[in-house]
């Protein structure tokens, strides 16, 4: 198996109702996201962050774990809840990326979703940058209807 889609992590979702995950902005729980490779194994039964298929960067610009992410918030609007995520971008990298994992850095690592890019994804010596959706009911990177 491999990174085959877009998911949210099927234990996210139990974890919300037993209030694991805390998406408030200021005074949250930290996020991060890595970056994995073809080989990684990612999909909606990740559980939490693994070391495993993560990619490597040469040049310095990432380390195990990836980097942290800022929280825009919550909102709620026509019936769905939302939170997002600042763009992230990891600077001076070599590195080739087929997807990545949003995982709760505060709580145990605990998995929030897969992003799957479609294919791999490259940077020489330059910048790789996650470019979040518009914080929107209709295109936030969570969203609960």
Do not use: W
Not at 91 to 98: L, P, Q
Not at 134 to 141: D, G, K, L, M, Q
């Amino acid at each position: 198996m491999a990174i085959t889609t877009n998911a949210i992590c099927n234990s996210f979702k139990k974890e919300l109702l037993e209030a694991t995950h805390n998406f408030s902005n200021p005074g949250g729980n930290s996020f991060k996201l890595a970056l994995y490779g073809t080989p990684a194994t990612l999909g909606k039964s990740t559980t939490s962050f693994t070391t495993g298929g993560q990619v490597t960067s040469p040049s310095g610009g990432y380390s195990s774990g990836g980097k942290a992410l800022v929280n825009t918030g919550t909102s709620l609007a026509t019936n769905t809840a939302i939170t997002d995520f600042s763009d992230l971008s990891f600077v001076g990298v070599t590195i080739t990326a087929r997807g990545a994992l949003i995982y709760n850095d505060t709580n145990a690592d605990k998995s929030v979703a897969v992003l799957d890019f479609g294919g791999e994804k490259t940077a020489s010596a330059g910048t790789f940058t996650i470019q979040f959706p518009a914080f929107t009911t209709s295109a936030a990177i969570l969203r609960i209807a």
